[in-house]
């Protein structure tokens, strides 16, 4: 049975009691695609990059705008094994990664580098073209223009041997993954853009922020207003972790009020920085009180982790999970409300909670804090998506990703998105660490495709040191 469920959700269950400029999606530029069993999909259409100077003033300008050509090079690269054997993808004579059978790998690749698929010898190669991060191997169609088969090749002789000699589900998995390729293909032939999910996905299930144009901007009210003074140790004792007793309700007051703003709301100002992929910041999202405490517990966390590693030698993640204390719990909650979720999908829920869900986890990962000395970070960027295995009805993967920066008193140590659409520059975005700050990226779009542009890096820092939190959610469920 295929996974088609979507997340209503009233206002009255989100804390935010209030929200401007909230565009529907269904006003977007979806394109009907006609698929060969007659059903319909509808493909998002990436804008003109024209339309991202909404603002511009001068109209004929506007029209001249063309797109600039980024100078960062690298991209995803998507290699699916239609085979049923395990093989190693090779890139310029180098194993870069293993591949299952009938699954799919990802890989960072520069256009022009040899890709092959290696079973101790190359079974198939090829170039890696601008643009394109979709390439497949698939004996069945290929196997006559192999030469030298080894017995295992048998297998690749045709369908009927495979489902001899795998089993009967085989065949199954196989045109799970055959289906998807084949979609890709007229997928980027509509849209001129790779279709990097397993097809069929659903559409995100979550509210989607709009960027239309740089500097567009959304406003959002939440209860869910700063701590301004620290509470005692006894009052930041541990959350619960799932259950009722932290459900919202119409008179919900956030706890601790004594030691809040006195005002009764809190807006947070969402600004558009890149329309593709969507970018956007919001100053003032912790208050220094919030920063403070999340940096005493984040330094425990790590010093904690330093003296720990797991049976195979690596460190221990460095994660901060909402039942920690009230002003974790709050961070979650006013995250939430940015991104108008409701709250009880971050956390762990009663069986009564979203039942047509399909899992009662939260879809929300522990905060992961990082801190960075001098040198640490990466000018390679990288993705957080990922690709689930092929028969995996949900197909999970990070849907949004939050960064929130806990200082500013550094150089370098930008995030940076080499990718971004635009008609100015061939540099890189880079946004500068502030206090208090939280940057947030999408990491699918509309139509449930895998955003290929969401590739981003904390570049090194140079001077001081950076301290940042990442909270990552993910559509439709959280598996890992």
């Given at each position: 049975?295929?996974?088609?469920?979507?997340?209503?959700?009233?206002?009255?269950?989100?804390?935010?009691?209030?929200?401007?400029?909230?565009?529907?999606?269904?006003?977007?530029?979806?394109?009907?695609?006609?698929?060969?069993?007659?059903?319909?999909?509808?493909?998002?259409?990436?804008?003109?990059?024209?339309?991202?100077?909404?603002?511009?003033?001068?109209?004929?300008?506007?029209?001249?705008?063309?797109?600039?050509?980024?100078?960062?090079?690298?991209?995803?690269?998507?290699?699916?094994?239609?085979?049923?054997?395990?093989?190693?993808?090779?890139?310029?004579?180098?194993?870069?990664?293993?591949?299952?059978?009938?699954?799919?790998?990802?890989?960072?690749?520069?256009?022009?580098?040899?890709?092959?698929?290696?079973?101790?010898?190359?079974?198939?190669?090829?170039?890696?073209m601008p643009g394109k991060s979709n390439y497949e191997y698939d004996c069945n169609e290929s196997y006559a223009e192999i030469k030298d088969l080894d017995d295992e090749e048998i297998g690749c002789r045709g369908l009927p041997n495979m489902s001899r000699?795998?089993?009967?589900?085989?065949?199954?998995?196989?045109?799970?993954?055959?289906?998807?390729?084949?979609?890709?293909?007229?997928?980027?032939?509509?849209?001129?853009?790779?279709?990097?999910?397993?097809?069929?996905?659903?559409?995100?299930?979550?509210?989607?922020?709009?960027?239309?144009?740089?500097?567009?901007?959304?406003?959002?009210?939440?209860?869910?207003?700063?701590?301004?003074?620290?509470?005692?140790?006894?009052?930041?004792?541990?959350?619960?972790?799932?259950?009722?007793?932290?459900?919202?309700?119409?008179?919900?007051?956030?706890?601790?009020?004594?030691?809040?703003?006195?005002?009764?709301?809190?807006?947070?100002?969402?600004?558009?920085?890149?329309?593709?992929?969507?970018?956007?910041?919001?100053?003032?999202?912790?208050?220094?009180?919030?920063?403070?405490?999340?940096?005493?517990?984040?330094?425990?966390?790590?010093?904690?982790?330093?003296?720990?590693?797991n049976f195979d030698g690596t460190d221990v993640e460095s994660k901060i999970n909402r039942e920690h204390s009230p002003i974790i719990d709050t961070v979650y909650r006013r995250a939430a409300d940015l991104l108008r979720i409701d709250e009880a999908l971050l956390r762990n829920r009663h069986e009564h909670e979203y039942p047509d869900l399909g899992s009662k986890r939260s879809i929300a990962e522990g905060l992961d804090i990082v801190h960075h000395n001098v040198g640490d970070g990466d000018m390679k960027a990288s993705h957080e998506f990922d690709f689930p295995d092929t028969m995996d009805e949900y197909q999970p993967t990070r849907f949004v990703t939050l960064a929130i920066y806990l200082n500013e008193d550094m150089e370098g140590g930008e995030t940076s998105f080499p990718t971004w659409i635009n008609a100015e520059s061939s540099d890189d975005l880079r946004i500068t660490p502030k206090k208090g700050k939280v940057v947030f990226f999408y990491s699918l779009l509309p139509d449930g495709n895998m955003d290929g542009l969401a590739q981003h890096a904390s570049l090194p820092v140079t001077e001081g040191e950076k301290w940042v939190i990442y909270l990552r959610v993910w559509d439709p469920i959280f598996e890992r």
């Open positions: 049975m295929r996974f088609f469920f979507q997340v209503l959700i009233p206002l009255a269950l989100c804390t935010s009691i209030e929200s401007k400029n909230v565009h529907d999606e269904k006003e977007l530029a979806f394109q009907p695609m006609q698929l060969t069993d007659g059903s319909i999909f509808n493909a998002y259409v990436r804008p003109d990059v024209s339309t991202f100077y909404e603002n511009t003033n001068n109209i004929r300008k506007q029209r001249k705008v063309k797109e600039v050509k980024p100078r960062y090079l690298s991209q995803v690269g998507k290699y699916c094994n239609l085979t049923p054997y395990d093989d190693e993808i090779v890139v310029d004579n180098s194993m870069k990664a293993t591949v299952k059978a009938f699954e799919c790998a990802r890989l960072t690749i520069n256009p022009g580098e040899r890709v092959c698929f290696s079973r101790g010898k190359c079974k198939k190669t090829f170039s890696v000699i795998m089993g009967p589900n085989i065949l199954k998995t196989y045109f799970t993954l055959k289906k998807s390729v084949d979609f890709a293909g007229r997928y980027r032939r509509m849209t001129g853009i790779d279709y990097l999910s397993r097809y069929p996905r659903s559409k995100p299930i979550h509210n989607m922020w709009r960027a239309d144009f740089f500097g567009q901007q959304h406003t959002v009210e939440t209860k869910e207003n700063h701590f301004v003074s620290l509470p005692t140790e006894s009052e930041l004792e541990i959350v619960a972790a799932e259950g009722t007793e932290t459900r919202l309700s119409e008179t919900y007051l956030p706890p601790l009020q004594g030691h809040r703003s006195p005002e009764s709301t809190m807006t947070m100002t969402l600004s558009v920085l890149s329309c593709a992929p969507r970018v956007f910041e919001v100053e003032n999202f912790l208050s220094d009180v919030e920063v403070d405490y999340i940096m005493k517990v984040g330094q425990e966390v790590i010093t904690d982790n330093a003296k720990t590693e």
